[in-house]
Each structure stands twice: as structure tokens, then as C-alpha cells.
């Protein structure tokens, strides 16, 4: 029996149709910007996000960080949430790789506090570190999958412009927002001077993300790509995915949202579940283990024997379950029913 895997969203597979666009790409060297498969995503991209120019890079994690070292120099300081992937699970980059100071900055759902930040800005004088650049985050993924709102993010940007600092959004889930706020991904997009996204999550290609920002931004961040070791030669192969992926998936993305809704909704008032339904937004659901001894690893080594991937920690209550094009409506319902029985029990 196949596993239902609610690990990530970025365990998604390439569909059959998905094979046959990489099998046919047309390619070249992209390194000379000879790759017209990569020129073609690099095109599409600028133009969804309503950007100058856009960047093919390996990974969201090498995209935002190709954008910190191209936004500051050693020594300045970046804002961001204190749940922040950038600072939480990019593997101490920021510091190795751009020599910046982290400033983080608390806020519910994964929302910026804007008092807190207009309260911590560093002028930069001779005693401290300026602050150069403020990066968001939409969606939240610790969060829960939670939608920035734009009021937020246009606050944000403004107090930025008016003390001429950059912002960067980690839009690795941009689409989800999006979908969420049923608008284009472009309206997001405008409160931000670079943005990152990723195609290898619920749009489901296999690999990569992508950079957006002006020209002279893009520039730049070509020369980081080849420092950091993410410029690639034929990578039309994996390109001819993202195109694909901007032109068919988004529509799709609803379809994980439903399912995180009915998955909480099953689950909710359950007696040793918490689940705070105002962070089901989009298509993660982050639960919460009460008045039971068992933990993330537990639940998580009794539902892989019922085909249940999920992640669960060792001594931590919290879990997330996370939906995407390759998690039937089927399975979310038998995956909360399981979860709801193992717990009974
Ligand atoms: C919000 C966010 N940003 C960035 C990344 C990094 O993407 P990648 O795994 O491609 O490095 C992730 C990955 O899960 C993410 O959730």
C-alpha cells in the first residue's frame, strides 16, 4: 500500500506530463545565457511577479540567501521574525555566508509586529550595526501556513522606503498565498524589492526556485549564484518543470487547501488534539498533543505503520500535517481518522 506522506509539500513528484515536458526541453549551456528553456522560466516568472528581471536558482534556502548577500555588506544589520525560516532552518547562513546581524521581530501568525520594528531600527552610526534589510515571509510556515496580510506587508515596505532599506519576501509559498487571497501573485509581490519562490513545493516541480527583482538586482545576484556554487550548465531539464509547473499548478493549490480545512475541521474539539483554526489558511495544519503521554515521534512512528508520513519530534507536542497535489481527499480523511483513533486509544 502506498504511504500518504504529509511530511512536506515538497515531497511532491513529477506527473506524467511533467516527464514528457523535461524529456523534450530544449537546452544550452545557461552559464552564456544559452539555455532558451531557462531564459523562457526566467521571462515568466519576471513577469508573474510583475519584477524586472528573474533568476533560476537550485533552492529556496541558496535564493534567499543569494538575495541577503546581494542587499547587504558584513556587519549590517537584517529584521525578521523570530519564526523566520531564513533564521530558523537555514543553517546559520545569514552569519557564514553574508556576516550579518540577525534583528528578530515577534508578531502572531507569522506578522511582523510594525511597532516593534519602527522601535529597533539601527541608524547606523559609529556604534551600530545599520539595518539594511527587513525580509518577510508569505507564507508563514511555522506559522502554520499562515497568509501575511497586504495591509502588513504595504506598512512594512513604506517604513522601509522611508528609511531606505531594502525588504525581501521568502515567498517560497507565494502561490498559497495567493490562492488564499485570491488575488495574483503580483499584488504580493509589490511590497517587496526582491522576492524569492520556490516551483519544488505544491507547484510540484523537482527541483528549483526562483529570484525576482530589478535588473541591476539580477545582475548581482547572477555573480552570488556562481559564488555560492548554483550556477548550473543544461538546466533547461529542470526548468522545463517550472514552466510547467507556473502554467498548470496554481489553479490546483486550492484543492490542498480544501483538504487542510477538512482534515482540522475532522479533528477539531478533539480531546487530546489542539488545533487553532485561525491559522488553517492554506494547506498546512499544525496540531497539538494534550493530556497524553505520547509525543510527535510517537504519533509519527504509529501512523508510518498505518502508511502515514508525518514528522513528529522527540519530547515536542507540536506536528504538522501538510497538503499537497499528491494527498487525496481519501487519504486526509482516513490520515485524521487514524490520528483521531491512535489517540483514543
Ligand atoms: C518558507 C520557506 N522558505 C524557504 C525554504 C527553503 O526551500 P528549499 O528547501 O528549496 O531550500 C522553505 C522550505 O521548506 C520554506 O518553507
Redesign the pocket.
Known sequence: MPYADFR?D?VTKPTEEMRKVIAAAEVGDDIYKDDPTVNELERLAAELTDKEAALFVP????G?QICIKAHTAPGDEIMLHTDA??YI??AGATAALSGVMTRLIDGEYGVMDICQIKARLQPGDMHHAPTRLICM?NTH?VAGGTVVPLENMREIYNLAKENDINVHL?G??IFNAATALNIEVKEIAAYCDSL?F?L??GLGAPVG?MICGTHAFIERAMVIRKMFGGALRQSGILAAAGIYALQTMPPLLKADHDNAQAFASALYGHKHIDIDLHTVQTNMVNVVLKGTSLDGSDVSNLLREKNILVNGDKGSKKMRFVFHRDVTKTQTLEAAEALSALLQS
Open positions: 512536506s515538497t533552492s529556496g534556502t541558496m534567499n525560516h531564513i532552518f537555514e515571509e510556515n521568502d517560497a509559498r524569492m520556490c519544488s513545493k526556485s
